[in-house]
Structures are given as structure tokens and as C-alpha cells.
């Protein structure tokens, strides 16, 4: 069988999946990245590092907190809009889901869609994508595979494995969109385009502006999930880089930035400390922070004019009640 250059491991079958498609985006990338980061003046980590299999059963946890509405407002809104979201969608739709996670948000479209084809899942956390496509495709008469990459490099997708008569529905939930920068976005968006072709759709949840009280909660759970999450970063130094550093030397901050119109979580020092990390001492002063995410939310005409940046053409949104998170479907047509 003929494969693309960028199929690097492909396994078919794997378990229950039809195929499983390993891009190796972690290998030897964290190291590099934390030496970059704790370089710069101001200190930055990417967020794709959160989720090892530890912190992506923290996110896990965080959308079952109420303080964090994104989750259960998103549900509702897909669901509340299920059969116009699906009509607009069309029948023979091959799916490709963008930071599957648990793949819990798939299920009102596989059940409810009319004829799809195949669900294709993609993380960058590998145990916790296969464990989650393994019980969709045990629960699914479909074709159900998996791919693990970074969505930030290109894919290429094993065409010959599924049925040649589908168009591809790029499927984006949860408002991950927001944790890039909206440049950073245009471009996921112009190469999600190519990857998935002429005649393509993408339905993306985003997650809009609104009362920063309500954002700053959401960020800062009492049950300190949140805060959890965040400082995971330090253990996965410590576990797989052998850094070396005092995880009680740093808290969880996170805070809306107006300006910026995005939330900002950080590491910050409670005290002057040190990260040593191959052989390379990194010094943070009293208040000192490490940069690791940011969470923008988006105004419809803000949305619109990214959707112009990008070969998609926005067919229609869906808002909740609330006006706090939209269902967008935009078309490659
Ligand atoms: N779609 C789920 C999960 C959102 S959490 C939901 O809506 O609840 C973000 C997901 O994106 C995680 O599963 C994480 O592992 C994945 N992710 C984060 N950065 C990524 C990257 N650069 N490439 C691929 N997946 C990534
Ligand atoms: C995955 N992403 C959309 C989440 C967010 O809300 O930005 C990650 C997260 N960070 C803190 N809580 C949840």
C-alpha cells in the first residue's frame, strides 16, 4: 500500500480501530521547548504539554466542574440545535475530530447523522486518545480509527483505508481554537482546509466574550482542579526531563486579560527559585511567572473577520441563550 511521506507509523487494524496513526509529535520536542521557553524574557511554555495522561484526566475533571461552564454550555447548544446543525452538515460526512480528548462530545453526531461514513480521532495525548476511540468503535458499527499529532504540523490522512465517497467534516469542540492566538488560529484553520479538501465542512465551538467574573471562576475552580492542571507542567519537568525545581516554589494564576480579551494562566513564584534543567539554571524572582496558556474569547464580528483570513466560508452559527459560546459551520466550497 502507497503512503503519503508523513504516514510514519501507520498500525491497521489496531484493536478495535481501523487504523492507528502515530506522528510521534512529542519526540524530543518538550526538551527543546522548556529550554526556549524558560530562555525568553518573558517566561512561556506551550499548553499542548498539559496533556500527558495525568493532565488530560485533570481536563477531564475541570469540564465536570460547574464553574466551568464552556463544557456543559457547548453540549447544550449542540444539542438544542442537533437536527439543523446535522441538516446543514449533509449525509456521507466522514468526520475528523481536532483534540478528540474523550471524544464525549461525538455521539449526537454519529447517532444523529445521516449516513456517516467513518470517525477519525486526533490528540497529541496518545494513551487517552486510543482508550477513548477504542470505546467509541467498540460502541459503533462505523469505521473508526485514530491519529496522534500535533494539529499545529500537517497531516496527512490514510484516504485509502476508509470508503472513497464521503466528503470530510472537520470537527473542532470545546473552544480549543481559543487557545491559540487568533494569527495562530488562521493558520490552523487555512491548513485544516487543505488537509481536509474541496467540499469539506467544519463545525468549531468557540467560546465568546462575556462578564470577566464569570471567566475569572471558571479559571479558578475552589476545588483547585484548575490549579492542578496547571502546575502538572512541573511534574512532567520533573518525570521526564529529570528537572530539577520545588513545585511548592510556584502557584496557579490565572486572570481575564481585557485587553488582550483572553484568560492567562501562569506559574508564578512565590518566592525567588530556580529550574535546573539539563545542566541549564533557569532564575525566577519573587512573583515571577511562567506563561503556559492562553484562552481567547471571541465577539461574533471578531470571529467573522478570522473566518475571512481562512479559505472557509462561515455557512452558519449557532448561539446559546446566554450569547456565551458559538457552533460555527463553515464550508470549503
Ligand atoms: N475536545 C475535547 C477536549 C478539549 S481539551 C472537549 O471539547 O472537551 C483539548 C484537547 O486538545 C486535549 O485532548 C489535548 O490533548 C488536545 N491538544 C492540545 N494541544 C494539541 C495539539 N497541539 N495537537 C493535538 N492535540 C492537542
Ligand atoms: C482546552 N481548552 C479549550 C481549555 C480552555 O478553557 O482554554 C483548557 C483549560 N485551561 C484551563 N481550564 C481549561
Known amino acids: 500500500m502507497e503512503m503519503p511521506d508523513l504516514v510514519t507509523d501507520l498500525t491497521a487494524p ?18 527543546a521547548d522548556v529550554i526556549t521557553g524558560l530562555s525568553a524574557k518573558q517566561k512561556t511554555l506551550s499548553p499542548k504539554y498539559f496533556y500527558n495522561e495525568h493532565g488530560s484526566k485533570l481536563f477531564q475533571k475541570i469540564t465536570t466542574l460547574k464553574q466551568y461552564y464552556p463544557t456543559l454550555t457547548e453540549k447544550e447548544l449542540f444539542l438544542a440545535n442537533a437536527d439543523s446543525i446535522i441538516e446543514a452538515i449533509g449525509p456521507g460526512a466522514a468526520i475528523f475530530e481536532y483534540g478528540s480528548g474523550a471524544s464525549e462530545k461525538i455521539e449526537w453526531l ?3 447523522l445521516n449516513n456517516p461514513v467513518a470517525y477519525v480521532a486526533m490528540d497529541i495525548s496518545k494513551d487517552h486518545l486510543i482508550e477513548s476511540a477504542s470505546a467509541i468503535a467498540n460502541n459503533s458499527t462505523l469505521p473508526v480509527a485514530a491519529v496522534c499529532a500535533d494539529f499545529h504540523a500537517p497531516v496527512t490522512l490514510p484516504e485509502n483505508i476508509l470508503p472513497t465517497e464521503k466528503h470530510w467534516l472537520g470537527f473542532f469542540p470545546g473552544s480549543t481554537i481559543g487557545n491559540m492566538a487568533p494569527e495562530a488560529a488562521a493558520t490552523f484553520l487555512k491548513r485544516s482546509s487543505e ?3 474541496a467540499g469539506a465542512k467544519f463545525l468549531l465551538g468557540v467560546d465568546l466574550e462575556k462578564d470577566p467574573d464569570v471567566l475569572n471562576a471558571a479559571y479558578n475552580d475552589r476545588e483547585g482542579v484548575t490549579a492542578a492542571f496547571n ?15 520545588n513545585i511548592d516554589d510556584f502557584e496557579h494564576h490565572a486572570f481575564y486579560c481585557e485587553k488582550g480579551r483572553r484568560i492567562e494562566m501562569h506559574l508564578r513564584a512565590k518566592r525567588a527559585t530556580e529550574i ?3 545542566e541549564q539554571t533557569f ?3 519573587e512573583g515571577e511567572t511562567l506563561h503556559t496558556e492562553n484562552s481567547h474569547k471571541y465577539s461574533v464580528p471578531r470571529l467573522e473577520k478570522l473566518f475571512a483570513q481562512t479559505p472557509w466560508r462561515l455557512e452558519k452559527m449557532w448561539t446559546d441563550p446566554k450569547g456565551w459560546f458559538a457552533a460555527c459551520l463553515l464550508s470549503n466550497t
Open 14 to 31: 489496531y484493536g478495535p480501530l481501523a487504523y492507528f496513526l502515530d506522528l510521534h509529535p512529542d519526540l524530543g520536542d518538550f526538551r
Open 110 to 112: 454519529l447517532n444523529g
Open 195 to 197: 488537509t481536509l479538501g
Open 231 to 245: 502546575l502538572n507542567l512541573l511534574e512532567r519537568m520533573k518525570n521526564e526531563l529529570g528537572a530539577d525545581l
Open 276 to 278: 535546573m534543567v539539563n
Open 283 to 285: 532564575s525566577f524572582e
